[in-house]
């Protein structure tokens, strides 16, 4: 087909990932005393219908949903980098910034899995401290910054961009 799959399949899990570490942060500070009171506030004065015993419900079902949309991201991403690592090596600085943004990527999937691993038979899918600091304080910001690296290989270094070649297509 010519056009690159991977950019059209990392949308979901970006959005996932940041609803699940943002819906655990948002859990801890609901239920951490010293801010119970300032959280309870803020979602009645946003009128936010959802309670925060609900957060956890919701953040393990986002979770699966990052499970579930990361792997055809994943698999279209191994896809589009392999060609340049087998035509550059590790030695273009295009094929280490694919490989580190995969490698960050890989940490961000193993870490949702850990936490859905842990957290599929605790009641009410609540997180304890160890889940909270892997999808708010670990995953979240590792998909940030590796979704910072796709946008790199695309805007810097061409990537997708002329057929999914990674070179633009000279038009005169």
């Keep these: 087909m010519g056009h690159p799959t991977h950019p059209a399949t990392v949308h979901f ?10 819906l655990d942060a948002a859990y801890f500070a609901a239920v951490h005393p010293s801010t119970a ?6 979602l009645k004065t946003l009128d936010v219908q959802i309670p925060p015993s609900m957060f956890p419900i919701l953040s393990y079902y986002t979770t699966l949903l990052t499970l579930l949309f990361s ?12 060609p340049v690592i087998k035509r550059d090596g590790l030695s273009s ?8 943004h995969a490698l960050v990527n890989d940490v961000t999937v193993f870490a949702t899995a850990y936490n859905w691993w842990t957290r599929r038979n605790a009641p009410g899918f609540k997180p304890d401290s160890t889940n909270i600091l892997v999808s708010s304080v670990l995953a979240l910001p590792a998909t940030l910054f ?3 690296l796709g946008g790199s290989l695309v805007y810097k270094y061409g990537m997708g961009v002329g057929g999914g070649s990674g070179r633009a297509k000279k038009t005169q």
């Design 71 to 82: 792997v055809p991201a994943v698999i279209s991403g191994a896809a589009q980098l392999m």
């Design 93 to 100: 600085k295009k094929a280490q910034t694919g490989v580190l």
């Design 13 to 22: 899990p970006i959005a996932f990932m940041f609803l699940t570490g943002g």
């Design 146 to 148: 590796a979704a910072y």
């Design 37 to 42: 009171n300032l959280v309870g506030s803020a």
